[in-house]
């Protein structure tokens, strides 16, 4: 019984871990570029909404309201002042000095953070916070299970975006052969624009999510950087759906993972899946 | 053996003068800070030296670095402290750090440019993680040792040290070695298709880069009177590896000593008016110098040189 309830704090967190992936897979695929300071974007999204919350005194939840289109506006900010430089190089160079930037800007965001908000732990407190739902011997958290429910509702709202929304479907069209979009007279930096601005808004809202149901500090932009590249790497780029499926998925084998080898091994299990895929499929699942 | 110029003359004797300056430093100066600040430059020289070997000659970005430099420590400090003298538990522990990287290198070099890189990454965190877990009490030197304690002696290491890196790094520049490293960092297919053994060299460029990071690792552990095992193991150390280097000038000679004394005089004294922000300034600065300056300062040297040489 207590694995099942594992298993099931692994599935709610896994919901967060598949929208961290969702921004990063967004803006891999379609920039061919390499944020690895996304896990911090995910940190300022966080403390983005605890300002919101301790400053404005509103509802946690509510301030994705405020977190998700100030992430969209720091993403077009990012991307006109580096990003937009990077995806001018041929696809080899922007891999490389993406990685680089991305470093540089991690540790930044890391130092700015830590001047800002000190480097204590954090976490929203919810007057709702203790709330459980009981479904047999399962105690089902009630913020956590919330939390998953948005992840979903965020994550099923950008498939419909790229589906339906006209430049939803440049974006679509730009990741898979960029060269084809321009003669089809798409403007292809726009879309390179909307892609990396929705990444980081998506990271925000991401950020909203953990600093809710779990806590931030300035130093967790690294651990949630690797998780979402190994939900990317499983999932493969292409599908909204299957990233989420990704990160349930990896929350699942973290939570496992505990079990059998006690709770500090459990962020290794992911990173060995990770090696392995990575080195069984040379250019990563990335590749197509 | 070509004749030496007298420009070349005149830089061997200005290296070999600037080096015995610095073996004199711990008898000119009393003062245990200064000496503690010039170990930390001679320890990041090595450390940016051994990076830029395989990041900047072989072009192979390793975002795992500290498992070897972590590694090195692990095992130069048991050893150590077991009984076995230092430069012998430094050395057993870069060899074993050499093995290990050969091992993974087999594997990790299926993988290309930034898959490579995160590649190396991950396995840099799963070790961390792994040593943090298995080895969690802090490690602290016997009372004997510490009473025993002379920091000149950790100072002359250092300096040796950082004379060997500088040395292997100019040695492996003009080699046929070093070459064939740099034809594959340009491109690797060309490379292999005009008969360079690929996989060859840069398993070599792995195992100088960290024999020498294990070298550096073994070291910080003769070092440091205590500290968390896991402590080397921490990315912060391939991180300010490739601040350093990138900083001076990625796959050059003299731009990781440079970019080491840079960082580690800005560090010091950004960090003693504003803590944590000279990591704010350092990532800044990177940017920028990744976006306008990707030589790093010697780049902009000879830039400058050019323009005053009109």
């Known amino acids: 019984m207590i694995l099942a309830q594992q298993l099931l704090l692994g599935l709610l967190i896994g919901g967060i871990y598949g929208l961290a992936a969702a921004g990063l897979s967004l803006v891999f695929g379609v920039l061919k570029v390499l944020n690895v300071a996304h896990g911090e974007l995910i940190m300022l999204g966080g403390y983005g909404a605890f300002w919101a919350v301790a400053l404005l005194g509103i509802d946690p939840f509510a301030s994705l309201l405020l977190v998700l289109p100030l992430s969209l506006l720091l993403g077009l900010a990012l991307y006109w002042a580096l990003f937009g430089f990077v995806v001018r190089a041929d696809e080899e160079t922007r891999v490389k000095n993406s990685l680089l930037i991305g470093f540089g800007l991690a540790l930044a965001l890391h130092a700015l953070a830590v001047r800002l908000w000190t480097a204590d732990e954090r976490s929203i407190i919810t007057p709702y916070g203790g709330a459980v739902i009981s479904v047999g011997d399962l105690s089902i958290p009630v913020v956590r299970l919330l939390s998953l429910a948005l992840a979903f509702a965020l994550i099923g709202g950008l498939h419909l975006l790229l589906t339906h929304w006209r430049w939803g479907q440049a974006i679509r069209a730009t990741a898979d052969d960029w060269q084809a979009a321009l003669l089809t007279g798409i403007d292809v930096r726009r879309a390179y624009l909307l ?11 991401a950020g909203t999510l953990v600093s809710i149901g779990y806590s931030i500090s300035p130093s967790i932009g690294l651990e949630w950087t690797l998780k979402a590249l190994i939900v990317v790497v499983l999932a493969g780029l292409g599908s909204m759906i299957g990233t989420f499926v990704g990160g349930l998925f990896l929350g699942l084998a973290e939570a496992a993972s505990a079990a059998a080898f006690g709770g500090p091994y459990r962020e290794v299990v992911g990173l060995v899946i990770f090696v392995v895929v990575l080195v069984l499929r040379p250019r990563g699942l990335f590749g197509r | 053996m070509t004749r030496l110029g007298k420009r070349q003359l005149g830089w061997a004797a200005a290296i070999l003068i600037f080096l015995a300056a610095l073996a004199l430093l711990p008898l000119a100066v009393g003062r ?39 590694l090195g420590a692990l095992v130069a400090r048991t050893l150590w402290i077991g009984g076995t003298p230092i430069v012998l538990a430094m050395a057993a522990g870069a060899g074993v750090a050499t093995a290990l990287a050969l091992l993974i290198g087999v594997a990790a070099f299926r993988l290309r440019g930034a898959y490579f890189a995160i590649g190396t990454l991950a396995l840099g965190e799963i070790s961390r993680t792994t040593v943090g877990n298995v080895l969690s009490d802090i490690s602290t030197l016997p009372t004997a040792t510490i009473s025993a304690y002379r920091l000149s002696h950790r100072y002359y290491l250092a300096l040796a040290l950082a004379a060997v890196s500088v040395a292997a790094v100019a040695a492996l520049a003009a080699s046929r070695v070093g070459l064939g490293m740099q034809a594959i960092r340009e491109d690797e297919d060309a490379a292999a298709a005009s008969g360079v053994g690929a996989l060859g060299l840069k398993l070599t460029a792995l195992a100088l880069s960290t024999g020498l990071a294990g070298l550096a690792g073994g070291l910080f552990a003769y070092y440091h009177i ?41 560090k010091e004294y950004l960090a003693l008016r504003w803590v944590d922000f000279h990591l704010l300034i350092f990532g800044a600065l990177f940017i920028a110098i990744v976006l306008l300056l990707p030589g790093g300062l010697v780049q902009a040297a000879e830039r400058a040189r050019r323009l005053l040489a009109r």
């Open chain 1, 195 to 205: 892609a990396f601005a929705i990444g980081t808004g998506l990271a925000g809202a």
């Open chain 2, 32 to 70: 245990d800070d200064v000496l503690n600040f010039v170990f930390l430059i001679l320890l990041s020289i090595t450390l940016a030296e051994s990076w830029n070997i395989v990041a900047g000659y072989a072009g192979q970005v390793n975002l795992g670095h500290a498992a070897f430099f972590g």
């Open chain 2, 226 to 266: 205590s500290y968390y095992p896991s402590h080397p193991f921490s990315p912060h150390w391939t991180f300010d590896a490739l601040l350093m280097t990138f900083i001076g000038g990625v796959g050059t000679l003299h731009g990781p000593v440079l970019g080491a004394v840079l960082y580690v005089f800005l």
